[in-house]
């Protein structure tokens, strides 16, 4: 039987940063990771794998960063938890006892077993899974017309990737506009047009009734009996935690099958943690339960499980979470952090919000300069921060971290205005008019005249 200290089942970016984290502030103790993949994909990296990246290799994760930790890696499957004993059972029937357990699963695609036709061969989903992404990029070589279902920002990316290779892409999104939990709607537009403008269509605020065709996809019939043809579908439908595991261990699942945990990712056993797409979310800014599944989520929760490991710092513990998203269209980019203009009001705050459009370097006859949009979304009563949006150039990802920051440290639209930022014609916007700060402005505007 093998012992080690730490634990971590799963090696993803969650179990990686979670060992290594650990490792840093427990430098004394033996850390582990075990995974049943020969090779990791970068999990934000896989769209771009169908046109950018042109193979799976570009895309890996090295296990040097795990080595040179000095963190051992074991490769082989988890299938069963003993809590009560600190022992974990392999499938290659190995047994290996902790001190400290950390459970980093991840997610699975999300099959849509209710539509119709979802089993034809050449409909495919985007798991994080080298050897069956490997043959769903080399199925698509030979495919011209290829339908996306889901407008989220995987089925985006992975629509636009395959437009560069000269095919015949249609988005499907059952919602008004693609990327519409992210952005609002005059934000969202633009994103479309961009889409569009590369040779993509775009069929949104309608479902998909079902895939036809006979053994192998021909056609995906929607909602209004329009028929898409299509030698191939990748459904983009969503992600489900991959709990399995824990459920099978008796450790708690909540209502929407993530394992419970609390502000330091532990379980109810004080020393079992979750991190990642399988660890419960609450919202930073309601506290209520979230399904947002991201990779800036879910290495700031391995960084606390980390931290806490054996130890507890109430300085270190989880606020909740917050929506940070970026994607890039050809030179465009889009940025959102915290909630949107309509869900603010969905969840019942009295908000005001502002908009500007400037240029994102100075003067804007420099070679390269794009529009630089940015929206905030504020508490009415307090002024303090609790969304925004960007699209930009190649700094838009940035900025939306920057907004990001601004949320979780309850900034107001008054520590904005009053914020003292650098510039530089190459890499920033104008002092003059800084977008960030101009819409922050035009929101102080509506405060002072009542709305």
Not at 42 to 56: A, K, W
Not at 215 to 223: F, I, P, R, T, W
Not at 288 to 312: P, Q, Y
Request: hydrophobic letters at 40%; one cysteine or more.
């Amino acid at each position: 039987m093998e012992k080690v200290d730490v634990l971590i089942i799963g090696g993803s970016a969650a179990g990686i940063v979670a060992a290594t984290t650990g490792k840093s502030f427990y430098p004394g103790k033996e850390f582990m990771v075990v995974r049943k993949e020969e090779k990791v994909l970068v999990p934000c990296g896989i769209p771009y794998m169908f046109g950018t990246l042109e193979s799976s290799e570009k895309n890996i994760m090295p296990d040097a960063i795990l080595e040179n930790a000095g963190i051992k890696l074991k490769i082989d499957e988890v299938v069963k938890i003993d809590q009560e004993n600190k022992i974990c059972k392999t499938l290659k029937e190995d047994e290996i006892c902790f001190e400290k357990l950390i459970i980093a699963t991840g997610s699975e695609p999300a099959t849509p077993t209710w539509l119709k036709g979802s089993n034809l061969e050449n409909v495919f989903l985007i798991p994080k899974d080298k050897t069956y992404l490997d043959k769903v990029i080399n199925t698509l070589h030979g495919c011209k017309d290829v339908v996306v279902i889901g407008g989220g920002f995987i089925g985006v990316e992975v629509a636009d990737e395959l437009a560069k290779h000269k095919k015949n892409i249609t988005i499907v999104e059952l919602m008004p506009h693609i990327l519409s939990l992210a952005f609002d709607k005059e934000l969202a537009v633009k994103l479309e047009e961009i889409l569009e403008s590369r040779g993509i269509q775009i069929k949104t605020g309608e479902g998909v009734r079902e895939i036809i065709g006979n053994g192998k996809v021909k056609a995906v019939v929607l909602n209004n009996e329009e028929k898409i043809k299509a030698d191939a579908v990748i459904l983009c439908t969503g992600y489900r935690p991959n709990t399995a595991l824990a459920k099978k261990s008796g450790i708690a699942i909540n209502d929407m099958g993530f394992i419970k945990v609390n502000e330091y990712m532990r379980t109810k056993n004080p020393d079992i943690f979750a991190i990642g797409d399988c660890a419960e979310k609450y919202s930073f800014l309601t506290r209520t339960l979230k399904g947002v599944m991201l990779a800036s989520t879910a290495c700031a929760e391995a960084r606390i499980a980390g931290m806490n490991l054996f130890k507890l710092s109430t300085v270190r513990s989880f606020g909740g979470t917050i929506a940070i998203f970026s994607t890039s269209i050809g030179d465009t980019a889009f940025g959102a952090a915290g909630v949107t203009e309509s869900l603010a009001k969905e969840r019942g705050f009295d908000i005001l919000s502002g908009i500007f459009e400037g240029i994102d370097k100075h003067p804007g006859t420099l070679p390269g300069t794009q529009k630089q949009i940015v929206k905030l979304i504020v508490s009415k009563d307090s002024g303090i921060i609790l969304g925004g949006e960007v699209i930009g150039g190649q700094g838009t990802g940035e900025l939306t971290n920057l907004i990001g920051y601004a949320i979780q440290n309850r900034m107001t639209i008054n520590s904005i205005l009053t914020s003292q930022i650098g510039t530089h014609p190459l890499l920033t916007a104008p002092p003059t008019a800084y977008p960030l700060i101009k819409a922050a402005e035009s929101i102080a505007k509506k405060q002072r005249e009542g709305f």
